[in-house]
């Protein structure tokens, strides 16, 4: 017999495509407020908070960086350049900065190019470990990048599959 009452499985699913599409949304009207080369780091910060990280950019710059996972499917690297002002605002998580990480990178250098994981796993028995990224797969499929470890926290492989959390059984 068929239930008229929407399963868990699809309500969890509903209740996370929700949160996303109204932080999807502020952030499109937080970005459309910066303009590249005007905007000042203060402007950045009013607008976005205080980021989750600051890294040193090159040549004097920062870059600071404003992570939407674990329920969210975007992180922002927000560069301010030596003058102060914002010369870049990238949405990381996507294809073309996943063919980026490459084997033998390390995990700082993974860290600073995607921002902080959605998900961190060990596996001691294999001497791996997993960093996992929600990301949005085009048109609008919720996925899962996925960078494996080896002990010496250097990269041995990635892969991109469907986000359990969101699959509809």
């Avoid at 008229?4 to 699913?13: K, V, Y």
């Avoid at 004097?60 to 969210?72: F, H, K």
């Avoid at 490459?102 to 001691?124: D, H, I, S, W, Y």
Wanted: glycine share 8%; hydrophobic share 35%.
């Amino acid at each position: 017999m068929l239930s008229a009452r929407p399963s868990r499985t699809r309500l969890g699913c509903a209740l996370v495509l929700s949160a996303v599409l109204v932080l999807s949304g502020c952030d499109q009207q937080r970005i459309s407020e910066l303009r590249e080369g005007v905007a000042t780091e203060a402007d950045v910060r009013a607008r976005f908070g205080d980021p989750e990280a600051v890294w040193d950019a090159p040549g004097g710059g920062r870059t600071l960086e404003y992570n939407r996972n674990p329920a969210g499917h975007y992180n922002y690297m927000i560069t301010i350049g030596p003058d102060g002002r914002m010369s870049a605002l990238r949405q990381v998580l996507q294809p073309a900065t996943f063919e980026k990480i490459q084997p033998g990178m390390t995990m700082e250098q993974v860290r600073r190019t995607l921002g902080k994981p959605a998900m961190q796993e060990n596996f001691p028995r294999r001497n791996e470990a997993a960093w996992s990224w929600r990301w949005m797969k085009p048109p609008n499929t919720s996925s899962l990048f996925t960078v494996w470890f080896d002990r010496d926290w250097r990269v041995v492989r990635s892969e991109v599959r469907p986000d359990p959390e969101t699959e509809v059984r």
